[in-house]
C-alpha cells in the first residue's frame, strides 16, 4: 500500500535556481521525435463542408504506468474516405520513450480508430487504476478500456453518440467516486444534403464552406457513470440538457465557486455560451447570463472556440478564457466571487492583440516558474480559400503567447514560440513531457503533424508537481490543491480539461519562483476530504494518496 505521500525523484537537471526574478524561457519545437501522424481533415485546398474545418485533437496521458506521457493522436477523414474511395486514416498511440522519442505502439495496443475522429479525452473510467480513453468522432464515438497491461479494448459502453462531437471530459459530478462524462457536439450535418443546396457562402471575397449559423443544431450529451465504465445518458436527471442547443465546442469543468462541487463551461460557437452551476451531488442550473459569461462586455455573442479556467489574477479564484473568431477579441472572464465575473479583456492585455487572429485551444500554465499563469492560444483559420483569394486574413496563422506579470496583467510574448513552422492550428494540450519540472506542450494542427514544443527554462524558478491518487483512481480529479510559498498562496485543480479537442497531463503543477520550499499545502479531495503538509522541498514530483481511515498518513501532514 502507497503511503499518503511519496517523493518520486527527478533527473539532476531538473532542479532549478533562483538565478532571476523573471527567467527566459522558449518553447522550442521538436523535430524527429518519432511522432508521424499527418492530420487528415477534408480537403487541403478547398472545403465544402463545415465539419472538414475543425480539425483533430489529441490526449497526453501515462497509458502504460511507467511515470511519462504518451501521446494518443487523434485523426479525422475527408469525403474519399466516407465514400469508400481511398483507405481510412487512422489514429495513433505514440509510447513515451524519454529524450522527446516516441515509438508508434497503435497496433501492439489495439489502438487505431478509423473514424473522423475530433476531440479526445482520457481518464479512469472504469475505477481499476488505469487511463481509458474516449474519441469524439463526426459519427459514433469511442470508448477504449485500458486493460492494465499495455493494451487497450474498444467497449461497448453506452457513450456511442453518433453526433459530431468536437471536445468531451470526464468529471466526477455527482461525487460517486466515477468519473462522468460530457460531450460537445456541434452541429447535425448530412453530406448528401449540404447547406444552401451546395453552393458556397462568401467571405472577405473568397467562396467557403457555409455554416455554421442556419445549420441543425444537435444539442450536447452528459452520461452518468454506473460504475465499472458502464454509462447511462444522465442528461435530463442532471439539468445539463435542459438548455436550449447551441454549437458547441472547447469546455471546462472547474469548481468555480469552491463550494467543493465541480461546474461546468462551455465555448458555444455564434451563440451565448454555457455555465453549468452544481448545485450538489451533479444537479445543475444553467447561469451564464446571470454570471456575466454568456457573452463579452457589450452583450454580444462571439464564436467560441476553445475555452480554460485558471486563477489568472492570483486571487485565489477561478477566472475563465474564451478563444474567439478573427475579427473579435479572446475573452477573459475574471471571477469576482458568488457567482459573477466580469470581462476584463482589454484592461488585462489579452484582448485587443488577439483580434487579427482565429482562435482555437488555449492554457492556462506557468511556463517560466514565477509563481502566476501565462497563457498559450493556438491560431488557425478555416477558410484555406483566403490564400488564393488575396484576402486580408490567412488560412496559416502564428500562435500567441502571453506572460503575466503576478497581477492578471499579461504582455504578448509570442517571439518566444520558437515553433519554425507556421500552421493553421486547432487543440493544444499541456504537461511535462519530458520530467524536467517545466510545463511542454503539444500542438495539433489541421492538415499536418503536431507540434511538440519542449518549454527550455533558463534559470530562476523552482516547481512543485503533484500527481494525486484518488482511491483506485491514478488521478485525483476534482482535487483542489492550495500552495503558499514564498509569502503568496496558489489555487489549481487537477482535471483533463479545458483547451479544445483535447486532454491535458492530469497532473498538477506550479510554479514557486524563488521559493525552494512550500511552506503548506492543502488539499481538498473530490468527496470532501482534506489534507495538509508542511514544508515540502521545492523541485521535486510528489505522488498524493487521498487518506483513508484503514490507511495513516505519511510524510507528516497535519489535520
Known sequence: ???????????????????????????????????????????????????????????????????????????????????????PAYDALYRNDGDWRFADVSRQAGIGDPGWGIGVTAGDADGDGDADLYVANYGPNVYYQNLGDGTFRKT????????????????????????????????????????????????????????????????????????????????????????EPQYGLGLAFA?????????????????????????????????????GVATEREGSFQAGMGVDAGDADGDGRLDLIVTNFARDHNTLYLNQGGELFEDRSMPSGIGAPSRPWLAWGVRFADFDLDADLDLYVANGHIYPELDAAGARETFRQPDQLFVNDGRGRFHEASERIAKG??????????????????????????????SLLRNDVAGGGHYLMLELRDGARTE?????????????????????????????????????GAASRVDRLDIRWPRGKRQVFLGLPADRRYVIVEQTPRQPPAGEPIQ
Open 476 to 512: 485525483g480529479v476534482g482535487a483542489r490543491v492550495r500552495v503558499t510559498a514564498g509569502g503568496r498562496t496558489q489555487v489549481r485543480e487537477a482535471t483533463r480539461s479545458g483547451s479544445y479537442a483535447v486532454a491535458n497531463d492530469a497532473r498538477v503543477h506550479l510554479g514557486l
Open 156 to 243: 461497448t459502453a453506452g457513450v456511442e453518440d453518433p453526433g459530431m462531437g468536437a471536445s468531451a471530459a470526464f468529471a466526477d459530478v455527482d461525487g460517486d467516486g466515477d468519473l462522468d462524462l460530457y460531450v460537445t457536439n456541434y452541429l447535425d450535418l448530412d453530406l448528401d444534403h449540404p447547406p444552401q443546396d451546395g453552393q458556397p457562402c462568401r467571405y472577405q471575397g473568397a467562396e467557403v464552406a457555409c455554416g455554421p449559423v442556419g445549420l441543425e443544431l444537435q444539442g450536447d450529451r452528459f452520461y452518468h457513470n454506473l460504475g465499472g465504465g458502464r454509462f447511462a445518458d444522465g442528461g435530463e436527471r442532471s439539468g445539463l440538457t435542459a438548455v
Open 421 to 450: 513552422r507556421v500552421e493553421a492550428s486547432r487543440g493544444v494540450a499541456s504537461g511535462d513531457v519530458d520530467g524536467d519540472g517545466d510545463l511542454d506542450l503539444v500542438v495539433f494542427e489541421l492538415g499536418s503533424v503536431p
Open 255 to 291: 469548481d468555480l465557486d469552491d463550494d467543493g462541487w465541480v461546474d461546468l463551461y462551455v465555448a458555444n460557437d455564434s451563440g451565448p455560451n454555457f455555465l453549468f452551476h452544481n448545485r450538489g451531488r451533479g444537479r445543475f442550473e444553467e447561469i451564464a447570463w446571470l454570471a
Open 1 to 87: 500500500m502507497l503511503p499518503a505521500l511519496l517523493l518520486v525523484a527527478l533527473p539532476a537537471a531538473a532542479a532549478a535556481t533562483a538565478a532571476a526574478a523573471e527567467p527566459a524561457f522558449v518553447l522550442r519545437r521538436v523535430s524527429a521525435s518519432g511522432v508521424e501522424l499527418e492530420n487528415v481533415c477534408g480537403s487541403p485546398v478547398r472545403k465544402l463542408f463545415i465539419v472538414e474545418q475543425l480539425g483533430s485533437g489529441g490526449a497526453l496521458f501515462d497509458y502504460d504506468g511507467d511515470g511519462d506521457l504518451d501521446l494518443y493522436v487523434a485523426n479525422g477523414a475527408d469525403l474519399e474516405i466516407l465514400r469508400g474511395r481511398r483507405p
